[in-house]
């Protein structure tokens, strides 16, 4: 019903309705709330307006009115409160397995990587009914990814690592805004999202990629030698990176942080910070040696050393696979 | 309610305004009135100035491109605009200007506690004043009067140091006032003034004045801290340096946050005096409006974060914090509840005061009810940074703060010059601001909700925005003509007006019983009070001799 309506933003994700609906409650209780006040005030106003000889009835107060408009606007507020964290919730928790896209903000442009190598600039291809999340960070000031279309919008900060996921429902091209002021170009830094169906998507990212961003990573992983160091086995002065993304870390210090894709980029720019136990303090800083692109691709080739779904699985079997032969071996060499 | 003129000319007796003349008795006075006058003059120049930012900005984006000004000077306007009308108009207007002239004469004192801290206060205005001009006039700052970091320390090539050095001395003009007015309120009311007999004006500056001098240190500390890593490259916020910018945003809206609530609780406290006054009753639950004050000063200090919550802080910190926002809508909601009770069986009149306080009847219910929107963390997500925001501030800080400062400088201009303003013509410029403030803001709301973001310069890549956006500068060209219009006539009726009796309104309250305008020391004698606020019974008991209502006299 509201599609076609005048003045009302597109909704082309899971959470538009949501933020729709609750928006139509707010509308609806406020404007009943306003027109209480009004009515009242209208009333009492020509009602009781000034007559010769009629002089105004002198009320000390009323204890039980008080209660009475204190407590009921504090339930309503409540359940918006309510109404509002849910919706906020699901629209801050990323649902698993979900397609992911890393986003570098700077003045006054989007920059967008694909998990599997699509670059893009002020412009997102989505397919229809995906979940995507953003892994967001920026060069230089704050910015925000704002989609009205979507309901969605999160600040983009230098220096960390800031998420956000939608889910598109309609094909069709959507305004990308900056919401955050950024600068003398802060209202040119828009572009758009296209949402595909599915098999037009495809079609789309079958062209133009450099290989996926976790290759991309493993080969910036080698040329700065990092391999040296986290190697795949327990020998190496760095921590193994096997199979460490998502689960939680011992520290030096004795707290347990998980390794999300925040302290992995920490790990790499500043890793002194939240060195992990058991390991010295050897390794450099590459804050300035490597762009935020590469610290990206880096982020995507570890957490692809851990894809704890169909693919890790897999490794897990390979890695164990051998390992079986060898025992049996070992048992036979006994019964031998 | 007909404005009764008293025999003889009153204006002619010695009273503060002419009891001396010449420009070093007004550079030096002590006297509170005086002090109030010289801020009344300065901050209606500033209002001005942010108000010409605020027409070049609507006349900008009359259409989608940039056109009229580039996009580094729309930056520079609407920064300019909002640090203009919060720091050097919207703080000081209301507690500054009617609270310095009328607190003293309310609770009967013959001057604040401080009268050279009072001066001192204003110079400090004036100091901070000039440099804000002077940065204005040598090239602006462009980061938004939120100077967010590290696009303020690192990245603008603006002024922002001399910016913020103007409103870091402005806002020791604010703790100085505030500090005077805790003082004046605990040790200098009459005899018989007690705390449950004072006005509810004086309840919400008193609470206004916590804020102030609560709140301003911290604002001050920020702007240092912003100094100091851009001039010495300290890191505290950058993180480049290994600063963190969330800091400087928390930083900020702890002073930030309070600080609407030091532009609404006065104008609050106003519109109570003018709802009892053209209701002639006294104010429904007493006490209930006056603890509602000190409840907003308290929880106002405690919903910061809500201006964050998709700025990066954790989903369970910005549970808590729209939490609070709710609990801190409740006493708003009880005063306007207390408000429209009020008129029930009242006597009501329909001079420009009281319109101006309808006005703010309507425009606090939907700038407070559009709060509720905003403190919804799922809408929230959606409309924060867009024009909704823009609107839902303008009504509480224009559409409330603005319209009761206009009610107050009708309702008390005949005490302040002992003249009688036009009354059909306030009442038509109330109904002109009216119009043209919702005219101007409430297609922004329309407009945020489609997902207009704010401070964009050119929006020609969505040209679907720009019929509201027409309908919004056709509204500001009203509102300006509706804030031209007082400022024409009270100067017309500084020599034209009518003289005005000691208590044109018959209204109650200490102030309505020394001359219009009050001698210097504001009561020949100290006033001794016997009767409960707002004893609008006993004012219009017909049958009683008017004598009987004199001042009871000390000693």
């Known amino acids: 019903m509201l599609d076609n309506f005048p003045l009302w933003p597109d909704r082309a994700s899971t959470m538009a309705g949501n933020v729709d609906a609750l928006y139509i409650f707010l509308l609806i209780v406020s404007g009943l709330m306003t027109l209480l006040i009004f009515v009242a005030v209208v009333y009492f106003a020509a009602r009781y307006r000034y007559r010769r000889g009629v002089p105004a009835v002198q009320i000390e107060g009323s204890i039980p009115l008080e209660l009475t408009w204190s407590i009921i606007p504090l339930f309503v507020f409540m359940a918006i409160f309510l109404w509002g964290a849910v919706v906020f919730f699901r629209g801050r928790t990323p649902p698993r397995d979900s397609t992911e896209v890393y986003v570098v903000a700077k003045q006054w442009m989007w920059k967008l990587e694909h998990a599997e190598g699509q670059r893009e600039i002020n412009e997102l291809h989505v397919p229809v009914g995906r979940d995507v999340k953003l892994i967001m960070t920026s060069q230089d000031v704050i910015h925000s990814f704002y989609v009205p279309a979507f309901r969605m919008k999160q600040d983009v900060l230098p220096g960390r690592y800031t998420m956000a996921w939608f889910r598109a429902t309609k094909p069709g091209t959507y305004h990308l805004f900056c919401a955050e002021y950024c600068g003398t170009q802060h209202s040119g830094m828009v572009g758009s999202i296209v949402v595909m169906d599915p098999a037009q998507y495809e079609a789309w990212m079958s062209g133009g990629s450099t290989g996926p961003l976790a290759a991309t990573g493993e080969k910036i992983f080698s040329q700065l030698g990092c391999a040296t160091c986290h190697r795949t086995d327990t020998q190496g002065r760095g921590p193994n990176l096997q199979g460490v993304f998502g689960k939680p870390v011992q520290l030096e210090d004795g707290r347990t942080v998980t390794a999300d894709e925040n302290y992995v980029r920490e790990c790499i720019l500043d890793p002194g910070a939240k060195r992990v136990k058991g390991f010295q303090p050897i390794m450099p800083t590459f804050q300035g040696l490597v762009s935020e692109e590469q610290v990206n691709a880096l982020v995507a080739y570890v957490k692809s050393l851990s894809n704890s779904s169909a693919a890790g699985a897999n490794s897990n079997a390979a890695v164990a696979l051998p390992a079986a032969p060898d025992k049996a071996t070992a048992k036979g060499n006994q019964v031998q | ?555």
């Open chain 2, 1 to 555: 309610m007909s404005m009764a003129t008293s025999g003889g000319a009153p204006v002619d007796r010695v009273n503060y305004l002419n009891k001396e003349y010449g420009v070093g008795s007004w550079l030096f006075t002590t006297d509170h009135k005086r002090i109030a006058l010289l801020y009344l003059l300065s901050i209606t120049f500033f209002f001005f100035i942010g108000g010409f930012f605020a027409l070049l900005i609507r006349l900008e984006l009359l259409t989608p491109a940039s056109d009229l000004v580039q996009a580094d000077t729309y930056n520079k306007l609407f920064t300019m605009h909002g640090m203009v009308m919060v720091f050097f108009f919207l703080i000081p207007s209301i507690p500054a200007v009617l609270g310095n002239f009328l607190i003293p004469l309310m609770i009967g004192a013959k001057d604040l506690a401080f009268p050279r801290v009072n001066l001192l206060s204003w110079y400090i205005y004036i100091t901070g004043g000039i440099i804000m001009l002077h940065c204005m006039l040598t090239g602006g700052v462009d980061t938004g009067w939120t100077f967010y970091t590290p696009f303020s320390t690192a990245f603008t090539n603006t002024k922002i140091v001399e910016a913020g050095i103007a409103i870091f001395i402005v806002g020791f003009s604010s703790i100085l006032t505030g500090l005077n007015f805790i003082v004046t309120i605990h040790r200098m009311r009459a005899p018989g003034m007690t705390w449950s007999r004072l006005p509810l004006f004086i309840w919400a500056h008193y609470a206004t004045s916590i804020i102030q001098i609560l709140g301003t240190p911290v604002v001050a500390i920020t702007i240092v801290l912003v100094a100091a890593e851009r001039t010495l490259h300290l890191g505290i916020f950058d993180p480049k340096l290994g600063g963190d910018p969330l800091l400087f945003q928390h930083l900020f809206w702890f002073y930030s946050h309070p600080a609407v609530y030091i532009m609404i609780l006065p104008s609050m406290g106003v519109v109570t005096e003018i709802i009892a006054c053209f209701s002639r009753k006294r104010i429904f639950g007493y006490s209930f409006v006056a603890f509602s004050s000190i409840a907003i000063a308290v929880f106002g200090f405690l919903v910061w974060a809500h201006h964050m919550f998709v700025a990066g802080i954790s989903v369970y910190a910005a549970l808590i914090f729209s939490l609070l926002s709710y609990a801190v809508a409740v006493p708003s909601a009880v005063k306007v509840f207390n408000w429209t009770a009020t008129l029930y069986k009242g006597s009501i009149h329909y001079d420009a005061p009281m319109l101006y306080a309808f006005g703010f009847l309507g425009l606090f219910t939907i700038g407070g009810l559009t709060g509720l929107f905003l403190a919804a963390l799922g809408i929230d997500v959606h409309v924060t940074d867009t024009y909704f925001v823009v609107a839902h501030f303008h009504y509480i800080m224009v559409g409330g703060a603005v319209m009761g400062y206009l009610g107050g400088m009708h309702f008390w201009w005949p005490k302040i010059s002992g003249r009688l303003y036009p009354e059909g013509w306030a009442r038509l410029a109330a109904l002109i601001v009216f119009i043209g403030f919702n005219l101007t803001f409430f297609p922004q709301f329309l407009l945020g909700y489609m997902g207009m973001p704010r401070r964009y310069a050119d929006y020609s890549h969505m040209p679907e925005f720009q019929i509201l956006n027409v309908f919004s500068t056709a509204g500001a060209t009203v509102l300006g003509i509706g804030y031209l219009l007082p400022m024409i006539y009270f100067l017309w009726s500084m020599r034209y007006g009518k003289p005005a009796s000691d208590n044109p309104w018959n209204a109650a309250g200490l102030e309505w019983k020394t001359t219009s305008p009050p001698p210097t020391f504001n009561f020949v004698e100290e006033p001794v009070v016997t009767w409960e606020a707002y004893n609008y019974a006993e004012l219009d008991a017909p049958q009683q001799d008017k004598n009987k209502q004199e001042v009871p006299v000390a000693r």
